[in-house]
């Protein structure tokens, strides 16, 4: 049994294998944050080099939710040309591909005035947020819906939201961060509020069959903070509307009490899969095709392989002759198999 070199099929996206490079910033655009030759080399190398399902990294639905200054965005219709040559690169070379909308809030280095549920700041290194009223929650909620309608048009196959590593959404999810007492704070429900408005809206400008996907932080890691059966009931409100949920943990709080190990958040795709049903992704520090496979077999549905996959891009290539695999390679570099 290879599982890890099994197709996978979602709605109308259909994967070759479970191997998944998971969103990875590259700080390689401009500061109007457009596509360069370096992203299209560089994604278009991990789709020559086997992987199935490619997640572009963090791009920001508005200026001011960029991570960092080079960050790719989407936040208008200009930025749709250069990733359209992306996705068709990536297409060309056998991958699948979604992208990753996101919006980093209060950890944002590019905003004069970042943005946050609260007006709490991350570190003595950030800006004090400013709180968001109800037109600039309205606001956010309908760039993201904007970016999904230019990502269709990008030739994305699925859109992830970035609602994981202590950025926007995060901190309305998390009682660390969120201290609002209308109603987008408080209970569990209202924390979440505006992450399902954010669902709704992307959903409403997709096509029926492609899939909606979400990045979690499982565990802010943190006393006090979500835990993994809080981070299931939250998906649970968002179901019907999203297919599959990318497990990632942390980014709330600067110091994260998170233990890392081989395979260290595959524990915690597992629980979400049980407590929700919904199709998963998981990983963290997996390097190996044994532990990849043991992934995909009995943790979750897809794997992702990050940091592994930036150290060599023709990984799936070497994994599957590990596993015995007779995997196509591409016909340029057959005398090399
Ligand atoms: C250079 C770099 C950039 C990253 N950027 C993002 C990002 O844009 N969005 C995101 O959700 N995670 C991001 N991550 C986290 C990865 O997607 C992944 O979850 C993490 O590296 C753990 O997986 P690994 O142990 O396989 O590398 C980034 C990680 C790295 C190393």
Request: charged share 30%.
């Given at each position: 049994m290879h599982t890890l070199f099994e197709s996978f099929k979602v709605k109308g996206l259909e994967l070759k294998n479970r191997i998944v490079m998971p969103p990875m910033c590259q700080y390689s655009s401009d500061e109007n944050g457009f596509v360069k030759d370096w992203h299209v080399f560089h994604y278009a190398s991990r789709a020559v080099g086997g992987v199935g399902f490619i997640i572009v990294e963090a791009t920001s639905v508005e200026p001011d939710g960029r991570i960092s200054p080079n960050d790719l965005g989407i936040w208008s219709d200009r930025h749709v040309e250069g990733l359209k040559k992306l996705t068709t690169a990536i297409h060309e070379n056998g991958a699948k591909v979604a992208i990753q909308l996101a919006h980093a809030g209060r950890k944002s280095r590019t905003a004069d005035l970042p943005i946050a549920p609260s007006a709490i700041r991350f570190s003595e290194e950030y800006r004090v947020p400013m709180q968001m009223d109800k037109i600039r929650i309205n606001e956010v909620t309908e760039e993201f819906s904007k970016a999904a309608e230019r990502a269709v048009k990008a030739g994305f196959d699925a859109v992830e939201i970035h609602a994981a590593h202590g950025y926007l959404i995060n901190e309305f999810l998390s009682p660390l961060t969120n201290k609002r007492n209308d109603e987008y704070g408080g209970t569990l429900e209202k924390r979440a509020r505006f992450f399902k408005e954010i669902v709704e809206s992307v959903k409403s400008k997709l096509p029926i069959d492609m899939p909606l996907m979400v990045r979690v932080s499982?565990?802010?890691?943190?006393?006090?903070g979500n835990e993994v059966e809080d981070v299931a009931k939250i998906l649970n409100l968002l179901s019907g509307m999203i297919d599959v949920v990318d497990i990632s943990g942390g980014g709330v709080m600067p110091e994260n009490h998170v233990k890392t190990f081989f395979g260290y958040q595959l524990d915690n795709a597992s629980k979400i899969k049980e407590m929700t049903g919904l199709y998963t992704i998981g990983g963290g520090l997996i390097t190996t095709y044994p532990l990849a496979e043991y992934a995909v077999s009995s943790k979750c549905d897809l794997v992702f392989l990050g940091r592994q996959l930036l150290r060599a891009p023709y990984w799936p290539l070497r994994a599957a002759k590990e596993a015995s695999v007779d995997l196509e390679w591409p016909f340029q570099y057959k005398r090399a198999k």
């Open positions: 499982a565990s802010d890691y943190y006393e006090g």
